[in-house]
């Protein structure tokens, strides 16, 4: 009815190949599989409900013996306006990622983020999240995210702009890696502009 009620699924096959052959223990293949379903109670906010499963698979590990996983993410959360300018998203959940062998996460997962659009061609938001990933150093890390983006259309040319800040803490770090688990603290900045050709065609360059 008027798309109150939307239901979003999906699925992502990937390979991982490493062309050096003492890295080739690290390819990976995985299956990832997105189910979404979004309720607009309000004609401007929506409570949604989304679920990830991810199938992370080893072929050749050799001896780094990287484990598999069976990492699954259900989160709950509300999307809608706050003014007219602006909208936030709230979102909180459970994942765990289901590593057949040493450390695995099993953790909330969840994140905020508030978007304002103080003209028609202008777009700025703000956001944190809190997640797991799967790694090639270790078995995963947990990250804390902090951005900032800006978007800004001028005639038909789309500029984008993102800062961002990621605390990454490894887990499952073998001796044949490294001798401790570690930090990583990195700082992004992404620059891109789009043109568009048609609604079916778009050019983009972009640097990170």
């Known amino acids: 009815g008027g798309g109150r009620l939307t239901f979003l699924a999906g699925y992502v096959f990937g390979i991982d190949y490493w062309e050096p052959t003492q890295l080739q223990d690290y390819d990976l293949q995985y299956h990832r599989f997105d189910l979404r379903v979004s309720w607009r109670f309000l004609p401007k906010t929506a409570v949604y409900v989304a679920g990830t499963e991810v199938i992370n698979q080893y072929p050749t590990p050799g001896a780094a013996m990287h484990p598999d996983s069976y990492p699954l993410n259900v989160v709950a959360g509300v999307q809608g306006l706050i003014t007219a300018k602006l909208t936030v998203n709230l979102w909180v959940g459970y994942g765990n990622g289901f590593y057949v062998a040493g ?10 983020s508030a978007t304002w659009k103080p003209t028609m061609l202008s777009t700025g938001t703000l956001g944190y999240e809190h997640e797991f990933q799967n790694s090639t150093l270790g078995s995963y890390f947990d ?39 570690g930090t990583d603290n990195l700082v992004t900045l992404n620059v891109r502009l789009d043109y568009p050709f048609k609604e079916w065609l778009i050019l983009s360059a972009g640097y990170d």
């Open 103 to 112: 450390p695995s996460p099993n953790t909330p997962v969840g994140g905020a």
């Open 143 to 181: 990250e804390d995210t902090v951005y900032v983006s800006w978007t800004q259309l001028i005639w038909r040319f789309t500029g984008f702009l993102r800062a961002q800040y990621s605390n990454e803490r490894f887990k499952g770090v073998q001796m044949i890696q490294a001798t401790t688990d």
